[in-house]
C-alpha cells in the first residue's frame, strides 16, 4: 500500500533498500527494516512499529554507508 511505498522509499534513501520499493512489505523491506533498527540503536525485529517510523523519518535517522 501507499504507507508501505513511503516508508521503502524513504529506507531508499536512507541507503538501507536493496530491492525496488513495491508497496508490498516482503522479505526484502523486513531485511531493511532489520538492518535500519540495528544501526539506529533499536531492537532489530523487523516490524515497522510506531517507534521505528519515528526514528525513520527523523532528521536524527541514521543512514547505512556501506
Known sequence: NDDVLTMQN???ELGYMFVKPSGL???GT???VKDFQ???GLPA???AD???L???FSDSAVK???
Open 45 to 47: 525485529t523487523g516490524i
Open 25 to 27: 512489505f516482503a522479505e
Open 50 to 52: 510506531p517507534v521505528t
Open 64 to 66: 547505512r554507508t556501506n
Open 54 to 56: 519515528q526514528k525513520m
Open 30 to 32: 523486513q531485511q531493511a
Open 10 to 12: 524513504r529506507l531508499l
Open 38 to 40: 540495528y544501526l539506529n
